[in-house]
């Protein structure tokens, strides 16, 4: 079995010792703006990148996160990110967008982006999300906590990729393949997947 393995980090040593011991992708919260290593690294190994969007930094992202253009500025740091993994030699083939739920973002604009996921497409890349078990989805639960989110994570990442997801990142997997297969099936018109 060949599966890919993903490393989730913004830190360049991180990335460089999970590529070494046979990780194949870099999951990078911060587009590769936190270290300025982390580019050349990801051109360098040849590596697949996840470039997501953040608001802020993990310690300050939840502090009140505002926005005059949602879509705008979401994929005006997208598209720059995009920028510096080509220009250290990322081939477009191994650049993944994400918008980043959940990081510096209300709990409306997680909404919003998943219901206008398809706004993400004018990067030509594949959109990955990652809604499993997250706060908004507790908050319009009711409150129930990350355990009790399944169902909802569920509905989030079926109108995810129906509206343009091509990966999406889950907790609870062997539940969510069977939500993935009938709204890829849904999303493309056919029983083939």
């Given at each position: 079995i060949d599966v890919p393995i993903s490393v989730d980090t913004y830190k360049?040593?991180?990335a460089r010792k999970a590529l070494k011991a046979g990780a194949s992708i870099v999951n990078d919260i911060s587009?590769?703006?936190f270290d300025p290593e982390m580019a050349p690294l990801v051109g360098s190994e040849n590596a697949g990148v996840v470039i997501m969007h953040i608001?802020?930094?993990p310690k300050d992202m939840q502090k009140d996160p505002r926005y005059d253009d949602l879509f705008g500025e979401i994929n005006s740091y997208l598209a720059e990110s995009v920028e510096i993994a080509r220009a250290s030699g990322v081939r477009d083939e191994r650049i993944v967008v994400d918008p980043g739920i959940g990081f510096g973002k209300q709990p409306e604009h997680n909404l919003q982006i998943i219901k206008h996921l398809d706004r993400f497409a004018v990067h030509g890349r594949p959109i990955l999300v990652g809604p499993s078990r997250k706060s908004f989805i507790g908050l319009v639960l009711g409150g129930v906590p990350p355990s009790e989110r399944i169902e909802g994570t569920a509905a989030a990442v079926a109108i995810s990729v129906l509206n343009g997801a091509s990966i999406v990142r889950v907790h609870d997997v062997k539940t969510m393949v069977p939500?993935?297969?009938v709204?890829?099936?849904i999303r493309n018109e056919t029983i083939a997947i």
């Open positions: 360049a040593e991180v587009g590769l703006r608001k802020g930094t939500v993935v297969k709204a890829w099936a």
